[in-house]
Every structure is written in C-alpha cells, then in structure tokens.
C-alpha cells in the first residue's frame, strides 16, 4: 500500500482510501462532474425526447402513430432494461452509455419524416422499437454510475444535480418548440423543431467517449466504487438472480416502478395533447419540465437532510408524494369530468384552450404540479435504489429491474391510448397505481431501509470478485 492510501474499516465494510487528485484532473475525474457528464447525455438524448413526447401526439396532431410508436418502444426497452445491468457490467459503463445514446436521434428524425412523408407512420413505429433496445442500455448504465459515484450521505444531492441537468435538456427542447410555433396556427410542430432536436441529440451521442473510466473515480470521502471484474456473460446472468435472491425487498419497490411512466399518456395526450392547441401545448411543456427541477431539488433537500435519520427521511419523502398525488388528481378530476375522447375534434383547433382564454392559468398550474409529483417520484425510487446498495453492480440491476417493470407499463397503457380507451378510465387508473406503489412501497422502507448500508448488501460485488477468482 502506498503513502497515500491506508485500510480502514466503518459500516460499509472494509475499503482503501485513496488520495483524490488534485488539479485540472482531480476536478475531471470528481464523481460529481462525471455525473453532470452523464447528465448532460441524459440531457441530448432523453430530454430531448420528453420534450418531444411533452407536447403530446409528438408534436403531430393525430396521436395514433406516436402512441403506437411509444407502445413498441417500452415493449422492447421492458427486455433490455431487464438484461441491461448484464450487458452493462460486461461491456462497461461507458460503452453501454454510448450504444444507448444512439436511438434517440433515429427516433426524433422519423418524426421529421413522418413530417415531409405522412405516410411514414411505420418508420416512427420501427424507431420507436430501435430507441426501446437503446434506452435499456443507457438507462441501466446510469442507474449505475448516478447511485454508485456518491457517498452514501451525498445521494440525494447527485440524484437532483442528475435530474436537473438531464429535464435541462426537455426545458431546452421545450423553449425551442415554444419559440418556433408560438405564431404558429396548425396544431403540430414545424420541421424546422425537429431538425433543431436531430442535431442536438447527434452531439449528445459524442459525450460518453469522454467519461472517465469507472475504475479510476474516486469518491469524496476517498473510497472507490466496486467495478466488476472483467466478468463472463453467465455470471451476469446468474447476478441477475443473486440481486432478488440477496434483496427480494426490491420487489415490493415493482408497483412503484410499474406507474412511473404510466401517468405519461394521460399528462401528455390526454390532458396536454387533448385540450391546448400547440402554442399552449410548447407552454404547458416548458413549464411542466422546468418544475421537474424544481421538484428533484426539493426533494434532495428532504433526502439529504443530516438532521433526520435516513429511515425518518425515507418515511417523510413517502408522505409527501401520497400528499401530492390526491393533491393533484382531486384537481385534475373536475377537469377530466368536463371532456372526452369526442369533445375536442382534430379539426376543430377553435375549440382548444390558446394561452390567453379563460380557464387556461388553472389548468397550467395543474400541470406544473405534475411535472413536481414525476420529479419528485423518479427521485425518491433512485434514493430507495440507492439506499439499499452501493455496489454499483448491485445497483445496475436494479435500475434494470426499475426500467424493465416501468417499460412494461407504459407500453400497455400507451398502447390503450391508441385503441381509444376512454380518458376517465386512464386517469383512473393513473391515480389507482400511484396510491398502489405507495401502499407496496410502505413495508419496504420499514424492513429494508436502514440508517447505514450494510457489508451483506454487497453481495453482486463479492460474487463477481470470487467469479474472476475461479
């Protein structure tokens, strides 16, 4: 051992700690500058396509073939979210990141082609099943790198930093769209948006080729994150069993997992792209992503906060999104009464809320709401995650189970938005699988959430160490 590194042992177990470095370096290769790198990836390429998805129907006006898209979308990224843990701890990190990034583009541009082309419909549907396999892979890998790079005490805060950067990109996306058809008198957006979305998330795609090598971070409080050992595919295999068998808690974690994305067809086709016309839309949309970063800021607060213990923060975080959930679905209730699948024809965009008509502000401010419930709820499953492991094998997979259990559910429901089921029964079901993950989510936090993480909560990390061994 050299002069700057000595044993030491504390809750988590025995580790080395390591001198950062100092200088130009030491502020690169800082996991918290890693993890706005990261962030700004997240930033390109999935900001970017909420943005898109924010506007509802994609910006299109009839919402069919974007509802199909996002139906054959989450149906593959259900199969690569659940093995993309395996693929990332083979390949790595960095590679899984940049073979992620690459779907994003494709998707946005058949949008443009379904723009000049009409007929393209099946293109859109095809990228959509593309970025599916992609975001399984990019997602997994920055489940892995956000929740591992943090020391325990620091969790919450990179949670927010990520999230912030990463809804940045939907803020940018939706400033564009705002900007460029807030003249506008159609009710889809111009190509001139989608061009501006194709070239900012190709750029996207470049930054994983400048991430530092996992195994050479080294944390704040001078520790290093558990890299897997170069290991066989049967190995990550077998992980994959080993993380339910070691933390079948997490499965009490799934009903959160499944309405994570679920309440996004009703918020953007059937609340957004139903009743506004598209300069509302772009408006609604800024807005909606600029309160996610409000929302992920507020809830590290919460989630960081050193005066409360770690389960005291894990029950509060709880109490609040069950408050914000009735807050704003009692709200949203006296809306959806008022309309339909038939009140707001496709052509008949007269009839649609523009900015200045009465009843507008409201129904605005209700969806900045729902813009801090989903930051807020996407936090609070990262901190869970990440309250239960630091191993960053562990860890991404469980963001695999977390993106696989979420896929699933939004490629059923948007996949009833485009066979027509009616908006009430959506919204219904919305609030029901909210309050449902909540209620599985309670005796988790009792049983597995503890003040510190504990050395058996490692087991990912011992099995691939005795895997290399072999």
């Given at each position: 051992?050299?002069?700057?590194?000595?044993?030491?042992?504390?809750?988590?177990?025995?580790?080395?700690?390591?001198?950062?470095?100092?200088?130009?370096?030491?502020?690169?290769?800082?996991?918290?500058?890693?993890?706005?790198?990261?962030?700004?990836?997240?930033?390109?390429?999935?900001?970017?396509?909420?943005?898109?998805?924010?506007?509802?129907?994609?910006?299109?006006?009839?919402?069919?073939?974007?509802?199909?898209?996002?139906?054959?979308?989450?149906?593959?990224?259900?199969?690569?979210?659940?093995?993309?843990?395996?693929?990332?701890?083979?390949?790595?990190?960095?590679?899984?990141?940049?073979?992620?990034?690459?779907?994003?583009?494709?998707?946005?541009?058949?949008?443009?082609?379904?723009?000049?082309?009409?007929?393209?419909?099946?293109?859109?549907?095809?990228?959509?099943?593309?970025?599916?396999?992609?975001?399984?892979?990019?997602?997994?890998?920055?489940?892995?790198?956000?929740?591992?790079?943090?020391?325990?005490?620091?969790?919450?805060?990179?949670?927010?930093?990520?999230?912030?950067?990463?809804?940045?990109?939907?803020?940018?996306?939706?400033?564009?769209?705002?900007?460029?058809?807030?003249?506008?008198?159609?009710?889809?957006?111009?190509?001139?948006?989608?061009?501006?979305?194709?070239?900012?998330?190709?750029?996207?795609?470049?930054?994983?080729?400048?991430?530092?090598?996992?195994?050479?971070?080294?944390?704040?409080?001078?520790?290093?994150?558990?890299?897997?050992?170069?290991?066989?595919?049967?190995?990550?295999?077998?992980?994959?069993?080993?993380?339910?068998?070691?933390?079948?808690?997490?499965?009490?974690?799934?009903?959160?997992?499944?309405?994570?994305?679920?309440?996004?067809?009703?918020?953007?086709?059937?609340?957004?792209?139903?009743?506004?016309?598209?300069?509302?839309?772009?408006?609604?949309?800024?807005?909606?992503?600029?309160?996610?970063?409000?929302?992920?800021?507020?809830?590290?607060?919460?989630?960081?906060?050193?005066?409360?213990?770690?389960?005291?923060?894990?029950f509060a975080s709880w109490a609040l999104l069950?408050?914000?959930?009735?807050?704003?679905?009692?709200?949203?209730?006296?809306?959806?009464?008022?309309?339909?699948?038939?009140?707001?024809?496709?052509?008949?965009?007269?009839?649609?809320?523009?900015?200045?008509?009465?009843?507008y502000g409201g129904r605005a401010v209700l969806?900045?709401?729902?813009?801090?419930?989903?930051?807020?709820?996407?936090?609070?499953?990262?901190?869970?995650?990440?309250?239960?492991?630091?191993?960053?094998?562990k860890l991404a997979y469980f963001s695999g189970?977390?993106?696989?259990?979420?896929?699933?559910?939004?490629?059923?429901?948007?996949?009833?938005?485009?066979?027509?089921?009616?908006?009430?029964?959506?919204?219904?079901?919305?609030?029901?699988?909210?309050?449902?993950?909540?209620?599985?989510?309670?005796?988790?936090?009792?049983?597995?959430?503890?003040?510190?993480?504990?050395?058996?909560?490692?087991?990912?990390?011992?099995?691939?160490?005795?895997?290399?061994?072999?």
């Amino acid at each position: 051992m050299s002069d700057n590194e000595k044993a030491f042992s504390s809750d988590e177990g025995h580790q080395e700690i390591h001198e950062r470095p100092k200088g130009l370096w030491g502020w690169y290769s800082h996991p918290l500058t890693q993890t706005c790198m990261v962030g700004f990836v997240c930033f390109m390429c999935p900001g970017l396509f909420n943005a898109l998805n924010g506007l509802g129907a994609g910006g299109q006006v009839d919402g069919t073939t974007n509802a199909n898209a996002n139906a054959a979308l989450y149906s593959t990224f259900a199969v690569f979210g659940f093995f993309g843990g395996s693929i990332n701890n083979k390949l790595g990190s960095k590679v899984t990141l940049l073979l992620g990034s690459l779907g994003y583009c494709l998707y946005i541009g058949s949008y443009l082609a379904m723009n000049i082309h009409p007929n393209a419909g099946g293109f859109v549907v095809a990228a959509g099943a593309i970025l599916g396999i992609c975001a399984g892979l990019l997602w997994s890998a920055q489940g892995s790198l956000m929740l591992s790079y943090p020391t325990e005490s620091q969790k919450g805060t990179y949670i927010a930093v990520f999230w912030s950067i990463f809804n940045l990109g939907a803020v940018l996306g939706a400033a564009i769209s705002l900007g460029q058809n807030f003249n506008s008198t159609g009710n889809s957006v111009s190509n001139n948006t989608y061009i501006a979305f194709v070239a900012v998330t190709g750029l996207g795609t470049l930054i994983p080729m400048f991430l530092v090598n996992p195994k050479n971070i080294i944390r704040s409080d001078g520790t290093k994150p558990t890299i897997p050992v170069d290991p066989t595919w049967k190995v990550q295999i077998y992980g994959l069993w080993v993380a339910l068998r070691t933390d079948p808690a997490i499965i009490l974690l799934f009903p959160m997992f499944f309405s994570s994305n679920w309440f996004y067809t009703w918020q953007f086709n059937e609340y957004n792209g139903a009743i506004f016309n598209i300069r509302a839309r772009s408006l609604n949309n800024f807005v909606y992503w600029t309160a996610q970063i409000v929302g992920s800021v507020c809830m590290s607060f919460l989630l960081d906060r050193k005066s409360l213990s770690r389960r005291t923060r894990a029950f509060a975080s709880w109490a609040l999104l069950l408050i914000l959930i009735f807050v704003t679905h009692i709200w949203a209730y006296f809306y959806q009464k008022q309309y339909d699948r038939n009140t707001y024809p496709k052509d008949r965009d007269d009839l649609r809320f523009d900015i200045d008509d009465s009843g507008y502000g409201g129904r605005a401010v209700l969806y900045v709401f729902f813009g801090i419930l989903d930051a807020a709820w996407q936090t609070t499953i990262y901190w869970l995650m990440g309250a239960m492991s630091n191993d960053p094998a562990k860890l991404a997979y469980f963001s695999g189970f977390y993106k696989c259990i979420q896929s699933a559910g939004a490629a059923g429901v948007w996949r009833a938005d485009a066979v027509g089921i009616p908006y009430m029964n959506v919204f219904i079901s919305t609030w029901v699988l909210l309050v449902a993950g909540l209620a599985f989510a309670l005796p988790m936090i009792h049983s597995r959430v503890k003040n510190h993480t504990e050395p058996e909560d490692e087991a990912i990390a011992r099995l691939e160490s005795e895997a290399a061994k072999s």
